[in-house]
T-cell receptor, first 114, second 117 residues
């Protein structure tokens, strides 16, 4: 059974600092998804990592995937207040030949202080 | 031109009432889902339909019943509401089958905040 663990679950940091959120998953998966949720809002897709070694960047966020280590990271560079949100990672598990379900991490609540 | 739309956005109701939440997607996706998000932000899958067929039916009280009249719609009906049902309910959709079509992941609706008093 696929399990997805994120750490830390809560992160408070100062603007301008760098930090990394880690996402480990328990069984083989060739892809990994990152989502962002602002308070009171829906989940918005950030990155879809589709192969080992995949790296994607948008602004101050960069995500990477190491399928051999079953690890994805979300790196924040020179954090700004606007990045305060809850970040979720998810990995797919496949069933019934052609269906898949995303298994979600518990989310990392990121607070960036001015 | 909202991709996944849920109604209502907010729902306040008394214990024991019956209520429904509606969801529609215009993305042409094959699969739709209902999730419950509790106060700690944990996402719990409840149900999933693939082209009107129920494919995921997690352990939830049988007071919750999904209905999918066509692959663009998935509604959630809740009978005899209880205080513990208070949460945010998200509808989502995705493309299938595996091997490429899942590259886009899920698209979520805006959520329905249910408060049972």
């Amino acid at each position: 059974e696929l399990k997805v663990e994120q750490n830390p679950l809560f992160l408070s940091m100062q603007e301008g600092k760098n930090y990394t959120i880690y996402c480990n998953y328990s069984t083989t998966s060739d892809r990994l998804y990152w989502y962002r949720q602002d308070p009171g809002k829906s989940l918005e897709s950030l990155f879809v990592l589709l192969s080992n070694g995949a790296v994607k960047q948008e602004g101050r966020l960069m995500a990477s995937l190491d399928t051999k280590a079953r690890l994805s990271t979300l790196h924040i560079t020179a954090a700004v207040h606007d990045l305060s949100a809850t970040y979720f990672c998810a990995a797919p598990t496949f069933f019934m030949d052609s269906n898949y379900q995303l298994i979600w991490g518990a989310g990392t609540k990121l607070i960036i202080k001015p | 031109d909202t991709a996944v739309s849920q109604t209502p956005k907010y729902l306040v109701t008394q214990m024991g009432n019956d209520k429904s939440i509606k969801c529609e997607q215009n993305l042409g996706h094959d699969t739709m889902y209902w999730y419950k998000q509790d106060s700690k932000k944990f996402l719990k899958i409840m149900f999933s339909y693939n082209n009107k067929e129920l494919i995921i039916n997690e352990t939830v009280p049988n007071r919750f019943s999904p209905k999918s009249p066509d692959k663009a719609h998935l509604n959630l009906h809740i009978n005899s509401l209880e205080l513990g049902d208070s949460a945010v309910y998200f509808c989502a959709s995705s493309r299938n089958p595996r091997g490429g079509a899942s590259a886009s992941g899920y698209t979520f609706g805006s959520g329905t905040r249910l408060t049972v008093v």
